[in-house]
């Protein structure tokens, strides 16, 4: 079946330079600057013709694992790069999808948005980390990809409930109005 997108792939290249049109690979799609109607309506038909459209990639038995393995692989990438500033584009490249199709995608998923679930992922890690207690606020913010600490600060406050600060205080030193452990 790969062997079929790839020979697909080689007859869009020839169409596309005999069409004028320079396209180039994204790692998942053919993207023509101009003229794609054309392009791409060629590659669907070689696409249907050579019978590889309805091919899944090894492993996935459904078009629903597929998706999955998909926004699974969008999630991980966010995970694994909490501390840059990703773009949605960047994201839904990472899992070959439009950005329309992959918001609303990653919504079904996780019930939030992309963005949401970058800014939890780094909560997740500040907490952690303030919970080790090894670095100081400011540091830890830096740590998780907020490059301003007030900002960090509200951020971590809406979700948290107590700001980076107050939190780590409750940690080291238990509130003395709450009950005593018998």
Known sequence: MRRDYFEAFRQID????EAGV???????????PDRSDIVWGEFFKILDAS???????????TQEDAK???????AEYIRL???RKLT????????GYSISWFEKLFRDYFHMSPVQYQTKQRIDLAEQMIRAGVLNISEISRAVGFYDAFYFSRVFKKHMGLSPSRYRQTIKDPSPLSPPMV
């Not at 020839?14 to 330079?17: F, T």
């Not at 320079?22 to 053919?30: D, I, N, P, Q, S």
């Not at 019978?51 to 038995?61: S, T």
């Not at 999955?68 to 969008?74: F, L």
């Open 14 to 17: 020839k169409l596309s330079s």
């Open 22 to 32: 320079e396209a180039r690979w994204t790692g998942r799609l053919y993207y023509p």
């Open 51 to 61: 019978g590889a459209a309805n091919a899944l990639p090894d492993g996935e038995k």
């Open 68 to 74: 999955e393995n998909r926004i699974a692989k969008a």
């Open 81 to 83: 790069n909490h501390s």
């Open 88 to 95: 949605i584009e960047e994201i839904a490249e990472v899992a």
